[in-house]
Structure formats: C-alpha cells, structure tokens
C-alpha cells in the first residue's frame, strides 16, 4: 500500500498524517510507503513548521529529514492513495492530477465519524487540535485498510 498525504504547504497537516501514520503502520507491524506533499510550491525545501514538530516530539515522533516538495502528475500512478487536508487541497490535487480517473482521492476525516477538513493550525494557532484530527483520521484510515485487508 502506498499512501501520499496532501495539505497546502506540506510544512504542518500533511507531515503530520505521514509521521503519525508511519508511527501506527510500524506498531501494527505492517509495511506500506507513506509520505506527503504540497499543492503549493511556497514552502519548497523547507522543514516541519516548528508548531508542528514540537508536537510531535511530545508524542515520541521525529520528523528530521522532512522537506516540503510539491504534488506531481506522477505521484497519481504512484500513489494507490491521495489524501487531502480539506476541501481546498482535493480541488488543488485534482487540478494537478488532471482529475481522479480512479477514484484515488479521499479527505482524511472521511475515515473518521467526523468528516471535514482537518483543523488548519497555520489560521486556527492550535496545533493540538490538528494533532487530535490527523490522529482520528490516521487511525480511522488504518481500521480502514486492515479490514479491507491490504
Ligand atoms: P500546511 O500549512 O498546509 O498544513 O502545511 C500551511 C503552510 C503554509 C501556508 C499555509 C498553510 N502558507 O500560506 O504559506
């Protein structure tokens, strides 16, 4: 299974899903390539908004390594599933995709019982309530895809 993650800039939301569900799929003991992007180019090359990262150091994830790169026509065939932040990203990956001809796109809190966007901490300032959606969702998505069996 290969899963890309997908928010804006790729400094906050998106490293957030691919760290903490990268953290659940090595616990489970499974083994699937997951990894995130931007629809923007402005955060290129840059690492984990600091926000972000101290959260995540305080639940025991490192995100060193991490560097914002933008979503590519290519990553669609890569990828088995595309997975967007909100509402604005799943316009914006279709954009670049040229469309989902197969159906590869989903928004993280469909895979939870509340779906939606992910809290956005660049405008909300609350890193913890992001950290609280993007854990539901990556959780819910793992339920997901270890009942469909991949
Ligand atoms: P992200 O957060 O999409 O969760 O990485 C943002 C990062 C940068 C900007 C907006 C949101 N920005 O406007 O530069």
Redesign the pocket.
Known sequence: MKILFV?????????MAEFVLKKMVREAGLDYEIASA?T?D??HGNPV?PP?RQVMARHGIDCSGKF?RQLTRADYEKYNLLIG?DRS?LRNMQRICGGDPEGKMSLLMDYTDRPGDVA???YTGDFGI?WRDVNDGCRGLLQYLTEKGT
């Open positions: 928010c804006l800039g790729n400094i906050c939301r998106s490293p931007a923007s402005e955060e908004y972000a914002a932040m990203n956005d901490p660049w992001a």
